[in-house]
């Protein structure tokens, strides 16, 4: 059975920078890829980082420039990292992996604010 467990949410100060983490239980080596996914309260679900096997990454329109994923096989676990956050940023953020995103965290809630 593989679990995905987020961590690194909690509130943020604007202009600051947020790292997530996401353990993998069972072998990340399985996956084709891995992403993170956010929700902000009342909008849409948004892909905003993906990365495959082979290293490409893909990155949302709205954080582009800002954030970066990455894999580290070594602890089985894979990380977002996003700077220069605004309020805009308030979300719950998930991870996502697998075959094509077959798999999902529980989600942690990121909250920018002052």
């Known amino acids: 059975q593989v679990q995905l467990v987020e961590s690194g949410g909690g509130l943020v100060q604007p202009g600051g920078s947020l790292r997530l983490s996401c353990a993998v239980s069972?072998?990340?080596?399985?996956?084709?890829?891995m992403g993170w996914y956010r929700q902000a309260s009342g909008k849409q679900r948004e892909l905003v980082a993906g990365i495959t096997t082979s290293g490409t990454t893909n990155y949302g329109d709205s954080v582009k420039g800002r954030i970066t994923i990455a894999r580290d096989t070594s602890k089985n676990q894979f990380t977002l990292q996003l700077s220069s956050v605004t309020p805009e940023d308030t979300a719950v953020y998930y991870c996502?992996?697998?075959?094509?995103?077959?798999?999902w965290g529980q989600g942690t809630q990121v909250t920018v604010s002052s």
């Open positions: 069972g072998s990340i080596f399985s996956f084709n890829a």
């Open positions: 996502v992996g697998g075959e094509a995103y077959d798999y």
